[in-house]
């Protein structure tokens, strides 16, 4: 009897042993995985289309990788002197609107009329407040627009003559429509006019529609955007557009609204989209992702790739950013390119353009 409760012991002390050396092991591996995996701040896209490496020459891909690299250090600079993800988003920003080379601000396409009508949105993840601007035309910087509704008035988007009312009010710059012209974007209104003069032209596609014609993606380079993550763990998207070159009717596209261009949780991820507006709106795309986040435990990689494969299948082309609170990030697209980049916490900067770069 004694020989047996001796084994016994010998037994379940071998037993806690192994389990001791199992869980060390387990420990050891997620460690080892924690230390190798970059924990990523900075995600950012200037948009999505049929880009293409015969109609990208040497001299412009420099130009739009280093117009990437500007906006991603100068998020990563904002975020590592403590300021916060709003600030890092919209400093961010604020580059590709400045570059001429992003459909956003300054390198915003024309409507039908000729006139640059820009939308943008900014999303706070820690609060979940928002504000968006739609069809402004004399600020220079439509993510400071949206961010001046989100916090300096009771509204989520305003519109029109109304926004730029209230960003003078804000005190935001406003300049002469002139300023947003450029030669490259007039020309494409006029080749798209002369192609159809009934037909609206959108970009990212190939695609046909009964509603919406002949897609040509020479006629735009897309929407910008950007989600941070700061020091104190919040996120924050934003995302700026001019639109869909030679569109009518005040068409406004997903970009500004809250839910389906863009979106902010610190619970689930920061999204920004870029692509066929038409169909992001219909698929709620940015909030779809937080759902699928919340509601099916799915990883911002996987809900990311399930939110564009739904947008594909029902005939739209684009991609977008997302990054959760844990520093994980996602950069699917359906197109044959998406200005993209990132950038982790100790600073290691990644600009890509194209499927295989």
Request: net charge neutral.
């Amino acid at each position: 009897m004694i020989g047996i409760i001796q084994n016994f012991k010998q037994l379940k002390a071998g037993v806690v042993l192994l389990m001791c050396l199992l869980a060390q092991a387990s420990f050891a591996q997620a460690s080892f995985a924690q230390m190798t995996e970059p924990k990523y701040v900075m995600v950012i896209h200037g948009g999505a289309g049929t880009l293409s490496r015969k109609n990208m020459n040497a001299e412009k891909e420099a130009a739009y990788r280093a117009g990437l690299t500007l906006a991603l250090q100068t998020g990563y600079n904002a975020i590592k002197t403590g300021k916060s993800s709003l600030d890092a988003v919209e400093a961010t920003i604020h580059t590709l609107e400045d570059n001429p080379l992003f459909n956003a601000g300054k390198g915003a396409v024309f409507t039908h009329e000729g006139r640059n009508e820009m939308d943008a949105a900014i999303m706070d993840g820690k609060t979940k407040m928002a504000g968006a601007v739609a069809g402004v035309t004399v600020i220079r910087n439509p993510i400071s627009a949206a961010r001046a509704v989100m916090e300096k008035s009771e509204h989520v988007m305003m519109a029109g003559p109304g926004a730029e009312a209230f960003a003078r009010q804000a005190g935001l710059e406003i300049v002469d429509p002139k300023y947003f012209f450029t030669k490259e974007r007039w020309d494409g209104l006029q080749k798209a006019i002369k192609d159809d003069s009934v037909k609206t032209e959108v970009d990212h596609g190939g695609k046909k529609s009964m509603r919406l014609g002949t897609i040509n993606p020479d006629y735009k380079f897309g929407t910008v955007g950007a989600v941070a993550l700061d020091q104190a763990g919040n996120l924050a998207a934003g995302t700026s557009t001019g639109g869909m070159t030679n569109k009518k009717y005040g068409r406004i596209g997903d970009s500004p609204i809250i839910g389906t261009g863009t979106y902010a949780n610190n619970a689930t991820a920061g999204v920004s989209c870029t692509g066929w507006g038409e169909f992001y709106i219909r698929n709620v795309v940015a909030y779809d992702i937080s759902a699928m986040m919340e509601y099916k435990n799915m990883t911002v990689a996987d809900a990311a790739r399930a939110a564009i494969e739904k947008v594909g299948k029902m005939g739209g082309d684009g991609g977008l950013i997302a990054l959760d609170a844990k520093g994980h990030m996602a950069m699917p697209f359906n197109t044959e390119g998406m200005y993209r980049g990132t950038v982790t916490e100790d600073g290691k900067i990644e600009v890509l353009i194209f499927k295989k770069d």
